[in-house]
């Protein structure tokens, strides 16, 4: 709901107001409803204000309380705010506004540094204990609300973006070769800490760091849960997991609706945002608003899913608005999706988020979306294999379905300055999927998607589209107790009907069986899948600039042998490479990153 920056300076000088000033000022389309700033000596704060939540000014951030000594600034939303304040007055505690804000720093008041383990829902943290001199920075358990940090000798910088720390400036720009491995093996996702950038770095999800005021730090990752068969599961079948779960997921879809203004629905058409559709009027609301969005048609790709998003608006007489854009919509789209991108994402559907979110805007601040399903319950057809593929072979045979180039390729594909003498991808996930606490193969995999990869691909996509418009989204099948509960529930209920089968029996209670036996979806965009028209203008030109050239990020003869052969340029994985490599660089140039 907001924008977060700050500095800390741990050599004795003051905090650069000016840089906090910048920073703050470039985040101003995720706050567009206010601004403010705060300065403690060793550490400032600054803030970009979306109110969702205490609409007043008693809501208004940096949120200081001199009584407790405790400064904040915050990004998010806190769905268990009621009770928690509720639980905190009964403690002794007093508020002075009726927003989340205050009850976070109410809660560090209350339980020191475990505040954390008490909030549900999306945050990004920086507060400021004032008499133990420590800057406690905190994201939420999936990485929803995104943390990004600025360290050199003596300072630490942190924003909700990487843009906003450039313009902050004196940030280390070269590009982290094992970044940009990462970004290249793993359809452009580039997981915590990392970041394209060598001096930029996030925070990961799940994790409090304490900075005390000499610089030192400490992390804590306060939340991971088991993927294995829970003694308290014990004789489970189908049916109950089927019960449990829609429980799970109707206790998150009502969470969501927290909120002093309206909270309407990214409606796909899709199986996952139909379901929240079809909760949301279960549980008594009416008139809810409903989007959808859809482009050309091209070469028999069907470039909408309208039939879908209309049966499920008739079927709960919601409030319904189709978006139809056209082709000539997406090359500007596209130079401005790039400048809102917090970091470069390959994905083409993007695009689609951008454009959305800014018509969605115009008519709520609030809406509900169904990502992360698919990595919660098994949604992608690469995951049906594994249940057949032995535990210690997880690594090998994600790789194979995954990655979008080996690591033996990759040596023709970056310049030599960029090349790396070892298999950093594949280490990464060797090394993830291989952790204990994951019983089969198809578990390992599942936790890798949903911990590692989704915060760094659909849900920064999600959180970066529709912050660049003043729209907050909030993503139920990421809650907290779901994914906990559907970590522990055995592959073979995930997987059945093709994916997500105790998904879809939840769903036959309450929707069409058209909508939720349909081929499965993604988000299309014609033109950009194939990269061809004017969009293929844009890359060329990119990949072609003398920015480019300098920074010779990839190799010349790669980058001509895509331009010359489309068909290589499709990657196993689905993605597409040249889309991927201009991408890059047209987010570089985008951003002044020479």
């Not at 704060?45 to 109110?51: E, P, V």
């Not at 139909?274 to 050309?296: K, M, N, P, W, Y």
């Not at 659909?458 to 907290?480: C, H, I, N, Y």
């Amino acid at each position: 709901m907001c924008g977060i920056s700050g500095e800390a300076r741990f050599d004795g000088t003051t905090p650069d107001a000016a840089a906090v000033t910048r920073m703050t000022e470039a985040m101003r389309s995720r706050g567009p409803d206010g601004t403010g700033r705060w300065s403690d000596g060793w550490v400032a704060l600054g803030h970009r204000r979306l109110t969702i939540i205490d609409l007043s000014e008693a809501g208004s951030q940096p949120m200081v309380r001199e009584d407790l000594g405790l400064a904040l600034v915050f990004n998010g939303c806190i769905y268990n705010y009621p009770q928690l304040r509720e639980e905190l007055r009964a403690a002794g505690h007093t508020f002075h506004s009726t927003s989340d804000t205050e009850v976070i720093l109410v809660a560090y008041a209350q339980w020191g540094e475990d505040f954390i383990d008490h909030l549900v829902g999306m945050f990004a943290v920086g507060l400021v204990d004032r008499a133990r001199r420590r800057l406690v920075l905190a994201r939420d358990r999936l990485g929803i609300k995104p943390l990004y940090l600025a360290e050199t000798a003596g300072r630490l910088r942190f924003a909700s973006t990487l843009p906003a720390l450039l313009a902050a400036g004196e940030v280390d720009t070269d590009v982290d070769p094992v970044a940009l491995h990462h970004y290249l093996s793993w359809h452009s996702i580039v997981p915590a800490p990392r970041t394209i950038l060598r001096g930029v770095r996030k925070l990961p999800p799940a994790t409090v760091r304490v900075v005390e005021a000499d610089g030192r730090s400490r992390d804590r990752v306060y939340w991971r849960p088991d993927y294995v068969r829970q003694p308290a599961h014990t004789g489970w079948d189908a049916r109950d997991w089927q019960a449990a779960i829609g429980d799970a997921l109707r206790t998150a879809v009502a969470r969501r609706l927290v909120a002093d203004v309206p909270v309407g629905v990214l409606l796909s058409g899709g199986l996952d945002s139909s379901l929240i559709v079809a909760l949301l009027a279960e549980a008594g609301q009416e008139h809810l608003r409903t989007f959808s969005i859809g482009f050309d048609s091209r070469g028999g790709e069907v470039g909408d899913e309208f039939h879908y998003s209309d049966l499920v608006a008739r079927a709960f007489d919601t409030d319904h608005q189709r978006i139809q854009l056209a082709d000539d919509d997406l090359v500007p789209a596209v130079r401005r999706t790039v400048a809102a991108m917090t970091e470069p994402m390959g994905s083409h559907d993007v695009v689609a988020f951008h454009l959305l979110s800014e018509q969605v805007a115009r008519h709520v601040k609030v809406a509900q979306s169904g990502q992360g399903a698919d990595e919660v319950f098994a949604g992608y057809g690469y995951h049906q294999p594994f249940v057949e593929v032995p535990r210690h072979r997880a690594a090998e045979a994600f790789a194979e379905v995954f990655f979008d180039h080996e690591h033996a390729e990759l040596d023709g594909v970056v310049g030599p300055a960029y090349a790396l003498p070892g298999d950093a991808s594949g280490d990464l996930v060797g090394a993830d999927l291989t952790v204990p606490g994951a019983d089969t193969a198809l578990d390992a995999v599942l936790r890798l998607d949903t911990h590692l990869m989704l915060p760094d691909d659909p849900v920064k996509r999600v959180d970066s589209m529709s912050m660049a418009w003043g729209l907050e989204v909030r993503t139920p099948f990421l809650d907290q107790d779901l994914v906990t509960l559907a970590a522990a529930c055995p592959p073979e209920h995930k997987v059945a009907q093709g994916g997500k089968g105790v998904l879809k029996e939840v769903a036959r209670q309450v929707l069409p069986a058209e909508v939720i036996d349909r081929p499965k979806g993604y988000f299309p965009v014609p033109a950009l899948r194939n990269v061809d028209g004017p969009v293929r203008e844009l890359v060329v030109e990119a990949l072609r600039a003398s920015a480019a050239r300098q920074r010779a990020l990839f190799r010349p003869e790669y980058v001509q042998r895509l331009l010359a052969d489309p068909q290589a340029a499709q990657a196993a994985a689905g993605s597409n490479k040249l889309w991927q490599l201009g991408l890059l660089e047209l987010w570089l140039q985008t951003h002044g990153v020479r």
